[in-house]
């Protein structure tokens, strides 16, 4: 059961790593995105997955299935900052003549190391973004990229390790555009979300750096029902945990947490009223972060100096109900 199996999807291999409780898709051909977790206890899809007649949408926006990566994540404004004496210009692909979601969408990731064992099954994969000469028009510092998915049981976590192979100190920013299942039943759903502030947005959605109390939104610590939502908001975890818990009425959900040191904001996205899908997505940094005049302790921005890893954590991990796990929301 432990064990790592070849797929495919519109003709491009995928990786399937399987356990008891799980099967987990990995595309490393088109953007290396998880886009599917299949549930085998309680047989359902947890994400959001592209269907075999989707291709040409998962093209245009990959970061609207599975477990997407941006790096970096959110609009910057005009596409365009400068750090450390040189200019960066990305293009500008969203309303306002801004840019959002950053360089990466379908690029070819190569799969280095597949290993089983008595306990789980991992795949690694790796990208340089030298390789890749849209990338570099952008974003001229050369880094190494490499993802690590190891399976265990119900618990799946992810390691990004970026390596910076250029000469000039750069800016970083990662999230990822997480896409759950809530199968048309908002109102059997809560999401427990320990935040303590919400960011302003300006008439381009993009943050403005300043805080404002969470509001309604502060009902996301105790536990927050989904039925009636609607939100595109940009959240502080300040010095709470940085752990989502989105639980059904039945006690089946998930508990989806990230490196405290790194991660430092979420945001919450229901693409209208939550109905089918509600996204929980984990940034390290804030939005236009190298435009705004705050300190990266403020703004989450990550420096790579030459010849840097930086090394990123994240987990998964499935709630069944009667299983003795802290359930409570």
């Known amino acids: 059961m432990k064990k790592v199996t070849k797929g495919q999807w519109n003709g491009y291999d995928t990786y399937i790593l399987h356990s008891r409780e799980l099967e987990v898709t990995l595309l490393p051909r088109l953007g290396n ?18 269907e075999e007649n989707e291709l040409d949408f998962y093209l245009q926006k990959p970061y ?10 959110g609009r910057i404004r005009r596409g365009k900052f400068t750090y450390a004496g040189q200019e960066y210009q990305f293009d500008r692909n969203t309303a306002n003549d801004n840019h959002i979601h950053g360089l990466h969408r379908t690029q070819s990731w190569c799969v280095s190391d597949i290993e089983e064992d008595d306990e789980g099954c991992t795949i690694t994969t790796e990208f340089k973004t030298s ?6 028009r952008q974003y001229p510092e050369p880094l190494k990229l490499e993802m690590t ?5 119900a618990r799946l976590t992810q390691t990004f390790k970026i390596t910076h192979l250029g ?30 502030e919400l960011y302003e947005l300006d008439e381009e959605n993009i ?23 609607n939100c595109d ?25 990230a490196d405290p040191e790194y991660f430092k904001f979420w945001v919450i996205y229901s693409k209208g009223e939550a109905d089918q899908f509600f996204c929980i997505e984990p940034y390290t940094w804030l939005p236009d972060a190298p435009n705004l005049n705050l300190p990266a302790s403020e703004t989450g921005l990550i420096e790579l100096t030459p010849q840097q890893t930086l090394e990123l954590n994240l987990s998964l991990e499935m709630i069944y109900p009667n299983t003795g796990n802290d359930n409570e929301a």
């Not at 998915?149 to 049981?153: C, S, V």
């Not at 300040?238 to 989806?256: H, I, T």
């Open 33 to 50: 995105n998880v886009i599917r977790i299949w549930d085998n206890v309680q047989q359902r899809d947890v994400l959001r997955h592209p």
């Open 64 to 73: 609207h299935f599975g477990i997407p990566l941006l790096t970096p994540p």
């Open 131 to 136: 390789d890749d000469p849209n990338w570099i």
């Open 149 to 153: 998915l190891r399976l265990q049981g």
């Open 167 to 196: 000469q000039n100190p750069a800016p970083f920013g990662l999230g990822l555009h997480t896409w759950f299942r809530i199968d048309g039943e908002p109102g059997r759903w809560k999401v427990k979300l320990p935040v303590t």
């Open 207 to 229: 943050p403005t750096g300043k805080t404002a109390p969470l509001g309604i939104w502060d009902a996301l610590n105790s536990g927050m029902n989904l039925q009636g939502v």
């Open 233 to 257: 908001t940009m959240l502080r975890i300040g010095d709470k945990p940085v752990e989502a818990l989105m639980l059904r009425d039945d006690g089946y959900g998930l508990r989806y947490a």
